[in-house]
């Protein structure tokens, strides 16, 4: 199992790129490199002449394959939330109660991938990349552009397959997506309060504490409806 994840590829929308990132050397250095600098620099001060320097190329050279560095961004966080996807169909694919795939949905949310093994990226490093920057990929005037040209497909199948789960629990629950949208918001925000701002969440609350605490949310949640 873990070699069939390790050379997986996730279907990003060739219109987030201007040519294929897997179809050179440089293209995949491109994406495994770039998580950790914009991670290091902020979204903010990350530019392409500074992760030219680190892929040991030109800037012009890497605008070849992305128009921008917001395009980069949504490359990648379309890339992590596939790997996640993928992630989740291999951990349940034997899983037949709803109550044990929800429990795995929910820890891939709060821990990150189980198969962290890819050669194309660092999935750890984009782990820290989503958590810290992912908003941006979207809070932007374009979105509505963007989301009709299919630009958060990933996003959306990942969190379909979640939902799906919630009504095989609950068929009577009204909310499965805005539980699932809810839950995925709540489990990046946590991850970032507890790097950048603990006083907001409690400091015990990691582990399998933290896991807790999302399995009664959702679980009592499921069942008082």
Do not use: C
């Amino acid at each position: 199992m873990e070699q069939i994840l390790t050379g997986f590829v996730v279907p990003v929308n060739s219109e987030i790129f201007l040519k294929d990132p897997l179809s050179s050397d440089l293209g995949k250095k491109i994406i495994r490199e770039s998580p950790h600098l914009i991670v290091t620099l902020g979204m903010e001060s990350f530019n392409f002449k500074r992760l030219s320097e680190n892929v040991g190329s030109t800037e012009a050279a890497i605008y070849r394959y992305f128009e921008n560095k917001h395009k980069l961004l949504v490359y990648l966080t379309n890339w992590y939330w596939g790997w996640l996807e993928h992630n989740l169909v291999f951990a349940t694919s034997n899983l037949h109660d709803p109550l044990d795939r929800m429990k795995v949905a929910i820890r891939l949310l709060v821990e990150g991938p189980v198969y962290e093994k890819n050669k194309y990226m660092d999935i750890q490093k984009l782990r820290l990349l989503v958590t810290q920057e992912s908003y941006k990929a979207f809070l932007t005037k374009e979105v509505d552009e963007e989301n009709n040209s299919g630009f958060f497909k990933q996003f959306y199948r990942f969190t379909d397959r979640i939902a799906a789960i919630v009504s095989e629990i609950n068929p009577k629950y009204n909310y499965p997506k805005t539980l699932v949208s809810t839950l995925v918001e709540s489990t990046l925000l946590h991850a970032f309060f507890l790097k950048h701002m603990p006083k907001m969440t409690e400091s015990g609350l990691v582990g399998e504490q933290k896991l807790g605490f999302y399995f009664d949310w959702v679980f009592k949640t499921l069942k008082d409806e």
